[in-house]
C-alpha cells in the first residue's frame, strides 16, 4: 500500500495525542509505508512542514509514552481553507505534495474547524478524480460536534474540572466568612464544560452553588438574587461556575460588559473571549462589599494529562484507529463519531458520518438539561458525564515530574 499521513487542529487537549498514536499504530499494522505527521496542521504542510513519524515514535514503548503526553505533538493551527472555488491555487498545492508523497489516506485530528477542512479537500479531490482519502477523527475538549455522542478530549477535561471544584470547595470552606469565587470555563457558545463543574456534586461535596451556561441568557440582576438568597440561609463560601460565553439578553458577551475595547477574531471569526469571572467578580464585590475572587481556568483545562481520563484515552485512541481503517477501506469525506449503547454499563461503538454533517456545526447543551432558572444543570446532564470520566491513566515519571514524548529537532526536516 501507499502511505499515510495525519495531522492536528485547533485547540490540545490531554488525549489528542492517543488518536495520533491510534493512527500511527494501526496505519503500521495495516501495512503502510511510511506515515507522515504534519507540523501545525494544514497550514503547516502547505509550507511544507513535515515529519516521517517512524523517525520519532520508534517502538511500543514510544507509543505509549506518546499516548500519555498532552497537548499536539506535532503542533496544530487554526487556518481556514477558502473554497476550491475561491482559491484553486493552494488546492492543486496541497495535492501535487500529496501525490510527491505518495499519500492515500489524509487523516485530520480536530473539531469543527478541522473537519471543514476535510470536506472541503474529499470535495476537491472528487472535483478533480483524485484517489486520496480523507477522514475526520474528532476532538475537542468543548464536546460541541454534532451527533457523535461525545468527544475525545472531553472527559479528561471534564474530569479536571470536576476535580479542581472539589478542591475549590475546600478550599473555600475553612473560614466561613462568606468570600465568592467565580470560576472562568472555557465554552463560547456550547456549555458542555462548565456544565462538568457538576461533578464535584457527590457524597463528599455540595458541589458548587451556581453554574452559567451560553445557552441561556445571563442577567447580572438575578446573580445578585441568588447571591442574597445563599446569604440568607448560611455564611459559607460561595462558588460559582461561569461559562466565558455567557452573554447578557441583548446579545453582550458579560466580558465585554462595561468594556470600551473591542475583541480580536481569528481566522475563523471567533472572538476572542476571557475575562468574564474578573468582569463578574468586580460587580460583585462592589455590590456585597465581600471579598470576591476571579479563578480562570484557561488553558489548564485543556491539556492535564495528569488528571486525564482513562476512558478518554482508549476512546481517543481508538477513534484514530478506526479513521485509518476507514480511509484504507475505500471511505472519505467521512469523520468517526461515538454512539452510546449502553449506560449502565456504559459502552460505545463506532460509526462513521458524512463529514458534511459535523463541519462548522455546534452541539450546544439541550434545554431540557439546564434548570429552568438558568443557575444550574441537571442530573441526566451530570449522569450523561459521569462514565467518560472513568478510570486513571498513570504517567510516566521522571525524577519526580511526567515524562513527555517530544518531536526529536534533530531529526526534523
Request: charged share 25%.
Amino acid at each position: 500500500m501507499g502511505n499515510v499521513i495525519v495531522g492536528q487542529s485547533g485547540g490540545p487537549t490531554a488525549v489528542i495525542n492517543a488518536s495520533l498514536a491510534g493512527v500511527y499504530k494501526t496505519a503500521k499494522d495495516r501495512g503502510a509505508n511510511k506515515v507522515y505527521g504534519m507540523q501545525n496542521g494544514i497550514k503547516g504542510f502547505i509550507e511544507g512542514r513535515y515529519v516521517d513519524l517512524s523517525h520519532h515514535i520508534r517502538d511500543n514503548l514510544d507509543i505509549e509514552l506518546l499516548r500519555r503526553t498532552p497537548s499536539s505533538f506535532l503542533g496544530s493551527c487554526r487556518y481556514k481553507l477558502p473554497s476550491h472555488h475561491d482559491n484553486e491555487e493552494i488546492f492543486a498545492q496541497i495535492f501535487d505534495k500529496l501525490k510527491e508523497l505518495e499519500i492515500e489516506c489524509f487523516l485530520y485530528i480536530g473539531g469543527n474547524d478541522s473537519m471543514d477542512s476535510v470536506m472541503k479537500l474529499s470535495r476537491y479531490a472528487q472535483d478533480t478524480g483524485s484517489n486520496i482519502r480523507f477522514v475526520g477523527v474528532p476532538k475537542t475538549i468543548d464536546n460541541d460536534l454534532a451527533i457523535t455522542d461525545h468527544t475525545p478530549g472531553f472527559g479528561s477535561a471534564a474530569k479536571y474540572i470536576g476535580s479542581v471544584f472539589k478542591e475549590i470547595i475546600r478550599d473555600g470552606s475553612v473560614y466561613g466568612n462568606g468570600q465568592i469565587n467565580i470560576v472562568e470555563i472555557m465554552g463560547r457558545n456550547a456549555g458542555w464544560l462548565t456544565a462538568a463543574a457538576s461533578l464535584a456534586r457527590c457524597e463528599d461535596c455540595e458541589g458548587p452553588d451556581m453554574i452559567f451556561l451560553p445557552e441561556t441568557p445571563f442577567s447580572i440582576e438575578g446573580l445578585y438574587e441568588k447571591i442574597n438568597s445563599l446569604y440568607e440561609r448560611n455564611s459559607k463560601a460561595i462558588v460559582i461556575a461561569v461559562s466565558e460565553g455567557i452573554q447578557l439578553a441583548d446579545g453582550t458577551y458579560v466580558c465585554e460588559y462595561d468594556s470600551q475595547s473591542a475583541k480580536s477574531t481569528d481566522a475563523f471569526g471567533h472572538k476572542s473571549l476571557g475575562g468574564t469571572a474578573s468582569v463578574l467578580s468586580g460587580l460583585v464585590s462592589e455590590k456585597f462589599k465581600r471579598k470576591t475572587r476571579s479563578i480562570e481556568l484557561s488553558i489548564l483545562q485543556r491539556a492535564a494529562a495528569h488528571m486525564q481520563s482513562r476512558t478518554d484515552n482508549a476512546e481517543a485512541f481508538l477513534a484514530g484507529g478506526q479513521a485509518v481503517k476507514a480511509a484504507l477501506s475505500g471511505m472519505t469525506g467521512m469523520t468517526v463519531v461515538f454512539e452510546r449503547t449502553s449506560d449502565d454499563p456504559y459502552m460505545i461503538e463506532t460509526a462513521l458520518v458524512e463529514v458534511e454533517k459535523i463541519a462548522n456545526v455546534e452541539k450546544k447543551v439541550p434545554d431540557l438539561w439546564i434548570t429552568e432558572n438558568g443557575s444550574y444543570v441537571s442530573k441526566e446532564l451530570t449522569d450523561y458525564m459521569r462514565p467518560l470520566i472513568q478510570g486513571e491513566l498513570s504517567q510516566v515519571m521522571v525524577d519526580g515530574l511526567p515524562r513527555h514524548l517530544i518531536l526529536n529537532p534533530q531529526t526534523l526536516g
